[in-house]
T-cell receptor, first 116, second 113 residues
């Protein structure tokens, strides 16, 4: 079955450390890719998205992600995290086969805790 | 604020009762989605509408679940004869056509006792 996997369930970092959260999906065709973030007590919001073009995508709050088609990966990065980045991060994909582009499949999420 | 709104934010019910949740999408969005999220998991797709037409339903959506969007604006999700396994956060999202960003509401947290 098509799916989205995230490498880490829970990550703990100190402020100013670099962040990389892994995401892989199981389909080799053309898909759209997303990273969503959920801050404590808030609703899901989009960090960044990839539809086509430059595989290095820049999002809000200093986040970026790189689409590597050969590895079916879309890893999220940030060079220096802040305490306010503490949140749950979800990788998501749409355009998987036998589904419409309106159906978004989410990964299980990675909980990031940043220690001041 | 013109974001997606959901009502109620929290619902506690006893097993066997019926519950109904409402979602108001962003006004110009013609697509509306329902997801379910349990602790430690990402949102799971349940169903979606294009205007008033329900276009896809997940196998997660048993016959106890029904969703409507009668005038292509707000939507309701009803769960009949609730079970403890229905306890979850029910999320609504809306979007402009085809594959574009989905905007999420705050969710309705359902607890079935």
């Amino acid at each position: 079955a098509q799916s989205v996997s995230q490498h880490n369930h829970h990550v703990i970092l100190s402020e100013a450390a670099s962040l990389e959260l892994g995401c892989n999906y199981s389909y080799g065709g053309t898909v759209n890719l997303f990273w969503y973030v959920q801050y404590p007590g808030q609703h899901l919001q989009l960090l960044l998205k990839y539809f086509s073009g430059d595989p290095l995508v820049k999002g809000i709050k200093g986040f970026e992600a790189e689409f590597i088609k050969s590895k079916f990966s879309f890893n999220l990065r940030k060079p220096s995290v802040q305490w306010s980045d503490t949140a749950e991060y979800f990788c998501a994909v749409n355009g998987l086969p036998k589904t419409s582009y309106d159906k978004v499949i989410f990964g299980p999420g990675t909980s990031l805790s940043v220690i001041p | 604020d013109t974001g997606v709104s959901q009502d109620p934010r929290h619902k506690i019910t006893k097993r066997g009762q019926n519950v109904t949740f409402r979602c108001d999408p962003i006004s110009e969005h013609n697509r509306l989605y329902w997801y379910r999220q349990t602790l430690g998991q990402g949102p799971e797709f349940l169903t979606y509408f294009q205007n008033e037409a329900q276009l896809e339903k997940s196998r997660l959506l048993s016959d106890r679940f029904s969703a409507e969007r009668p005038k292509g604006s707000f939507s309701t999700l009803e769960i009949q004869r609730t079970e403890q396994g229905d306890s979850a956060m029910y999320l609504c999202a809306s979007s402009l056509p085809r594959g574009r960003e989905q905007f999420f509401g705050p969710g309705t947290r359902l607890t079935v006792l």
